[in-house]
């Protein structure tokens, strides 16, 4: 194990919400701003890796008797002391209705707290040994497998007090999962919808040229046996068809840019507006057409035709 903190909220989970003040800032009563609060131990940073950007972490000396100190985050520092330094600075938390005073010891680096799609908020965290929390979630950072590092946690939790018991134990990546299950679970079915929009358009597309072919193979029978090639064939049956398709394409275009604002919530690592993306979707088509007859009579001609086939 390299390192164990507690928190009174586990990463990528629900977290508090208590308003809060900043002394000497005015604050609007209709409009009083809140902060993620969480409670956590002294080596609780260095556990999940959230580096310090100011001022000092918790130590064994914020304890009940000591004046009750707090860490904000860099969204809070940068919201509420664009001016400079936060350190020393005092903030008043509505803490279970009653006002809590705290002065800023440090500043850390912006951490996800609800889920890794989400803007960073305003974040609080205060000494657990000052303000014990209702129940804390123990964190272990390990240098290997995390499974492997089981049955050493409980062990040593069991050495502490063996009447305490795991009820909930997952690793980061588990918590990960977890977190993006719903977006997750909604590209899946947006995913399953594309794909059968899809098939039925291939289908139609199918059906459309198939019927386009049969009801023209006496005139194209007529035009091969008047001298016209191959691929004055194709161009002729396939223009018509990638004429509808470029209709379709822009219309398809119009419609996914004026869906951009749903896709954003659905979407991470990626722009709703993604060109390489839209240029590719766009572009997909069936295959060149094979099965043409070289020119000759009518009447081969319309046998071959109706053997004319997309995929």
Known sequence: MEAVGASSSRPLSYSLAFPFTVEGRAASSSDVPQATYSAVSPNYFRTIGT???????????????????????ETM?????PEGDPIGRRLTVDYLGAPLKLEIIGVVRDSKVKSVTEEPSTEIYVSYLQRPWFSMDLL?????????SVASVKSAIRAVDKSQTVSYLKTIDQLFSDSIARPRFYTLLLGA???LALALAAVGIYGVISYSVT?????????MAL????????????????????????????????ATRVMVSLLYGVGAIDPLTMIAVATLRPRRPY?????????????????????
């Open 193 to 195: 919808f594309a794909a």
């Open 140 to 148: 272990v950072r390990t240098s290997g497998d995390p499974e492997a």
């Open 51 to 73: 580096p310090l950007k100011q001022g000092r972490e918790f130590t064994e000396r914020d304890r009940t008797g000591a004046t009750e100190v707090a860490i904000i985050n």
């Open 291 to 311: 099965g043409v007859p070289h020119p000759g009579p009518a009447s081969n001609a319309r046998r071959s035709l109706v053997a004319l086939r997309y995929e």
């Open 77 to 81: 520092q940068r919201r509420f002391f």
């Open 215 to 223: 009801q023209r193979t006496h005139e194209i029978g007529v035009r």
């Open 227 to 258: 001298g016209a090639k191959t691929g004055d064939v194709l161009r002729l049956v396939v223009g018509q068809g990638m004429l509808l398709a470029g209709i379709g394409i822009a219309v398809g275009l119009a419609g996914s840019l004026a």
